[in-house]
Nanobody, 123 residues
Framework: QVQLVESGGGLVQAGGSLRLSCVAS????????MGWYRQAPGKQRELVAH???????RIADVVKGRFTISRDNAKNTVYLQMNSLQPEDTAVYYC?????????????????WGQGTQVTVSS
């Protein structure tokens, strides 16, 4: 069973940066397409960035130009570099993934999630 441990969140002022990490275990990481998701209070969870098993990345328009995603297969880790943070980026950030690319977008199908990491951006 996949286990996901997110870290790197915190409190930062607007304009600041954070780098989130997610370590995955219990899976063949190199076979998985991975995504970073976030959920703000009172809002639905949304996909903000994803990276294929081959390293192709795509960033959601809402954070494009500010966030980048990367992975280190040797460490079973996916990263989210967040720059120029804004108060609207405040949310709990989660990672998850699947061997089927489509399922990165169908995140409601994921059976388990990590605890997430809280990002709070003050104005």
């Amino acid at each position: 069973q996949v286990q996901l441990v997110e870290s790197g969140g915190g409190l930062v002022q607007a304009g600041g940066s954070l780098r989130l990490s997610c370590v995955a275990s219990g899976i063949t990481f190199t076979a998985y397409h991975m995504g970073w998701y976030r959920q703000a209070p009172g809002k639905q969870r949304e996909l903000v960035a994803h990276i294929t098993k081959d390293g192709t990345t795509r960033i959601a328009d809402v954070v494009k130009g500010r966030f980048t995603i990367s992975r280190d297969n040797a460490k079973n880790t996916v990263y989210l570099q967040m720059n120029s943070l804004q108060p609207e980026d405040t949310a709990v950030y989660y990672c998850n993934g699947d061997k089927l690319y489509f399922n990165v977008f169908a995140w409601s199908r994921f059976g388990s999630w990590g605890q997430g990491t809280q990002v709070t951006v003050s104005s």
